[in-house]
């Protein structure tokens, strides 16, 4: 059993989901590096794309996930982190999960209220 990092160009779609309520939280990638590092850590570990380089998730926030549970999909090229979150939220705009706009009527619109200030977390 593996993970196909092949089919991505080497990176592979990582979803982050609470393990208590289910939510998404936010999807990144992984590389191989990205891959062995989570596994061996328990804490998401991911590949920056725009920055070209390993990326713990907290690493500069404290917000970090928790690995619990790991599945990857019938084609062995997606990942589902079923983690626990540290930290009022995961996304880089200040909310609990990146999925924070919803399609209302052809808008979208914020649909979560922010949990922490970004710039007071991200240097």
Not at 8 to 29: N, W
């Amino acid at each position: 059993m593996y993970i196909d990092f092949n089919k991505g160009g080497g990176l592979v779609p990582a979803i982050a989901q609470d393990t208590a309520t289910g939510e998404v939280l936010m999807v990144a990638y992984m590389n191989e590096e990205a891959w062995q590092h989570t596994v061996e850590t328990g804490f998401a570990t991911f590949w920056s794309r725009s920055r070209s380089k390993l990326w713990l998730k907290g690493q500069d926030s404290g917000h970090q996930l928790v690995v619990r549970e790991i599945l990857t999909d019938c084609d062995q090229d997606a990942i589902v982190l079923k983690v626990d979150p540290i930290g009022p939220g995961v996304c880089h705009e200040g909310y609990r999960s990146c999925f924070f706009r919803k399609l209302e009527n052809g808008q979208w619109t914020i649909a979560a209220e922010k949990t922490f200030d970004p710039d007071e977390v991200y240097p």
